[in-house]
């Protein structure tokens, strides 16, 4: 059981460049999230699933997109990278049934963009 | 949306003292508060976690209150360690939606041996 798994573990992009930040996770999680840290800051979702193919919008999603084909994958895509989307992105999965709220966080990806 | 604002920012302590670290939230709907714990390059840990319909909860040296009139909750360290130096985050979320938490913007707590 590997819980949240993210690769990679670091990137760096020139600005311009796309990428996608792949994580899987094997609880047989529905609810999957996609957040980003930047230095000394707390986290900000950028997109959220309940489930296979449905995806929603969070608080800062410009300039991403993501895509939710099967339970495990939630994969996060950077089109045209800016410098202003360096950060840390966590992964994060959630259970569905009461009583259990917690998020399994994925161990991040820092990305760099020059 | 919802807004979580944390405070203090820093917080350095002595060990053995006791930590509080308090947040608010906007959303009277929201319903459940946890508390994380990040360590320096790590992932966000759940150290504690309380919902709406309990005011207290305690897991040994750590406690977290919550006020819903007031939309403020707390945590408390009690006994602190070199060890529980890191970011604490607050956060808070609705349980009737996907469960979208919405983060505070971090504590970073520091004992002095």
């Known amino acids: 059981n590997a819980g949240v798994t993210q690769t990679p573990k670091f990137r760096i992009l020139k600005i311009g460049q796309s990428m996608t930040l792949q994580c899987t996770q094997d609880?047989?999680?529905?609810?999957m999230y996609w957040y980003r840290q930047d230095p000394g800051m707390g986290l900000k979702l950028i997109y959220y699933s309940v489930g296979a193919g449905i995806t929603d919008k969070g608080e800062v999603p410009n300039g991403y997109n993501v895509s939710r084909s099967t339970t495990e994958d939630f994969p996060l895509r950077l089109e045209l990278a800016a410098p202003s989307q360096t950060s840390v992105y966590f992964c994060?999965?959630?259970?569905?049934?009461?009583?259990?709220?917690?998020?399994?966080f994925g161990s991040g990806t820092r990305l760099t963009v020059v | 949306g919802e807004n979580v604002e944390q405070h203090p920012s820093t917080l350095s302590v002595q060990e053995g003292d006791s930590a509080v670290i308090k947040c608010t939230y906007s959303d009277s709907a929201s319903n459940y508060f946890p508390w994380y714990k990040q360590e320096l390059g790590k992932r966000p840990q759940l150290i504690i976690d309380?919902?709406?319909?309990?005011g207290e909860k305690k897991d040994q040296r750590i406690a977290v209150t919550l006020n819903k009139t007031a939309k403020h909750f707390s945590l408390h360290i009690t006994e602190t360690q070199p060890e529980d130096s890191a970011v604490y985050f607050c956060a808070a979320s609705f349980s009737g939606s996907a469960r979208q938490l919405t983060f505070g913007s971090g504590t970073q707590l520091t004992v002095l041996p």
């Open positions: 309380i919902r709406s319909n309990v």
């Open positions: 994060a999965s959630s259970r569905t049934g009461e009583g259990d709220y917690g998020y399994t």
């Open positions: 609880m047989n999680h529905n609810y």
